[in-house]
């Protein structure tokens, strides 16, 4: 079965039971300065498993693109990607383990046809902060996953959380046995020979952990991901992911293409180009701070191993566009945003291959010095970083090659110190969710701040921001709001916006505990993200919000507000176009 089917099969089996489909959040999230990329379905969901009432009702199920790059040195080996695609299905406090239980096992056993022989499933075996789960255990047997197939694990294994923080769970997962031998008597899906590959993995959300440990959430929810990617492997047979339908083509491409023979250096071109072409297609652009520095690793990654298997890299495009004709019918987003991939892929290798020509020759120069150790010390690594671009994994793959070894510890303490250099212009940039911060950014920042606050007076009080994103020239701002705002309330508000601004309205900045914040009124996306002392911004006594900022001095600086285009954004949310005008 070919992925886009199972996607098919999945989102309609859902509906089927009275699951709303939403659409796939991009993996660069808007609202959630938090994370660098969207890496789990529930992740745009997290308010709503923390109790807020979402449009679509209580059981809801997509397909979310996700990126995770923690496994980026591994990608290269037959199963790990940095992009993949996340199928999930949620109850946001609606059903609960029996349920979701009893519709994987009919959706394994009956749509994908898995024979029940062929699964297993691990279940929470219990400790302090959780009883085992024998509720979870029970429903699988009532379903009829087969005797001796059910295994209890602790909360390395069997508890879901993001992070240190946040809604967490017990989880079951299951998993398929790909029929290879055993590789020992007591082999079971806990062991990584590759006998038994997780499929699923359906959590009972109903705890928060934060750092007085777990208390109990509003609401019990399920929150589930299937892997598409690894689900059509084992369907289709296939030893990797590369072997699919989503990879062949480019892998066939590659081979007619190269002079050298390597697989390795092939499936990380494969996976690289596809990862790089998602994150371009949903606004991601190389640079060498934050999301940015990812996509140039990805990119940069990729175009050493063209070189390795020695393709001419002109070949570049061609190779886009046959991803683009094999993938745009599961992502549409790829066509639409062909020119956009096609010119940010050339530049970046263009300026990669400038850099490289210089890199190496000091990479040499470096490693003729060092031929006691065979180790480059960090600092090395890093100036190759900074002052030619390497990204640190060329390096290493570099002197790997070369029968080196690098300090990569060395190189992350100076590359954290460096981050923090430039915190002012990076990290707090990113935080407050602004790309680039500029006079204007700035000034529009403030802007959304007033916009949500007269938002707030002219709609009602529970308009609350969904997102935003701020351009040198423009605003955007996404609301939640049952209607299309009639041209008198987009007056009012426009009205209101600018009133503040011709008050002159000094904007403040206040250091306070996170509850003091809540208390005080302040409003907030995410309350449970921030830590426990937050900043606080207000505008005189019109809008208090919490914000990593930063903001004007007064709002006189903002000129004048106008509302360009009011709009849908999705269901129940509106989104507003807006630009400040100086006359
Ligand atoms: N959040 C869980 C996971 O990422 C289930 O969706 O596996």
Redesign the pocket.
């Known amino acids: 079965m070919k992925a886009i089917e199972i996607r098919k099969k999945y989102l309609e089996f859902f509906q089927k039971h009275g699951h709303v489909v939403i659409p796939s959040a991009p993996l660069i999230p808007e609202n959630d300065p938090s994370v660098l990329f969207t890496?789990?379905?529930?992740q745009p969901l997290v308010p709503y498993l923390l109790g807020e009432k979402h449009p679509e009702g209580k059981r809801l199920t997509d397909y979310q693109k996700c990126v995770r790059t923690n496994d980026i040195e591994e990608v290269g080996d037959n199963r790990h990607l940095t992009y993949f695609e996340?199928l999930?299905n949620w109850s946001l406090g609606d059903y609960f383990k029996e349920e979701s239980i009893a519709m994987s096992f009919e959706f394994l056993t009956k749509e994908l046809g898995i024979p029940v022989e062929k699964l297993s499933v691990t279940v929470f075996a219990g400790d302090e902060d959780c009883p085992r789960d024998e509720v979870a255990a029970e429903a699988w047997k009532k379903a009829g996953i087969l005797d001796g197939h059910i295994y209890y694990y602790g909360k390395d294994d069997n508890w879901?959380i993001?992070g240190e923080e946040g809604p967490c769970g017990p989880?079951t997962e299951m998993f398929y046995d790909t029929g290879k031998p055993a590789c020992s008597a007591d082999c079971q899906p806990s062991c990584d020979c590759g006998k038994y590959v997780e499929i699923w993995?359906?959590?009972f959300m109903e705890y928060f952990k934060d750092k007085d440990g777990y208390r109990k959430l509003k609401q019990q929810n399920v929150?589930?991901?299937l892997g598409l990617e690894r689900m059509a492997m084992l369907l289709q047979g296939k030893e990797t992911p590369f072997d699919t339908e989503l990879f062949s083509p480019i892998i066939k491409k590659l081979e007619e293409l190269q002079k050298v023979d390597n697989i390795e250096s092939r499936r990380i071109i494969a996976e690289h180009l596809r990862s790089s072409m998602m994150l371009i297609a949903d606004g991601g652009r190389p640079s060498n701070i934050d999301r940015g520095y990812i996509l140039r690793r990805l990119i940069r990654r990729m175009i050493r191993h063209l070189n390795k298997l020695q393709i001419d890299l002109n070949e570049l495009s061609t190779l886009i566009e046959i991803n683009v004709e094999n993938l745009k019918e599961m992502y549409p987003e790829l066509e639409k945003n062909k020119e956009i991939i096609i010119a940010t892929m050339l530049e970046e290798k263009d300026k990669f291959v400038k850099t490289l020509a210089n890199g190496e020759k000091e990479f040499q120069k470096a490693i003729n010095k060092l031929q006691e150790t065979k180790t480059i010390p960090g600092d090395v690594v890093f100036k190759l970083y900074d002052t030619y671009g390497f990204p640190p994994e060329v390096t290493k793959e570099l002197a790997e090659e070369n029968g080196y070894e690098i300090n990569l510890k060395e190189f992350d303490e100076l590359f954290k110190k460096h981050q923090e250099k430039s915190r002012a212009g990076s990290e707090q940039k990113f935080k407050g969710g602004l790309a680039e911060q500029t006079e204007e950014t700035i000034a529009y920042h403030t802007a959304t701040h007033l916009l949500n606050a007269a938002l707030k007076q002219v709609i009602g009080k529970d308009a609350h921001q969904r997102g935003s994103n701020i351009t040198v020239d423009r605003m955007r701002f996404d609301f939640n709001c049952d209607h299309k705002l009639t041209d008198e309330e987009k007056k009012q508000v426009e009205d209101l916006v600018n009133q503040w601004i011709a008050e002159e309205l000094p904007v403040t900045k206040q250091e306070m505990s996170k509850e003091d914040a809540i208390k005080s009124g302040a409003e907030c996306m995410f309350i449970e993200k921030y830590p426990d002392i937050v900043t606080v911004y207000s505008i005189g006594t019109v809008s208090k919000e919490l914000c990593g900022g930063p903001h004007v001095n007064n709002t006189k600086e903002l000129g004048r507000f106008k509302i360009k285009k009011e709009e849908s954004s999705s269901s129940g949310v509106r989104r507003i176009k807006a630009v400040l005008i100086k006359d």
């Open positions: 890496t789990a379905g529930m996340m999930g879901w993001a989880d993995n359906n959590v929150d589930t991901g």
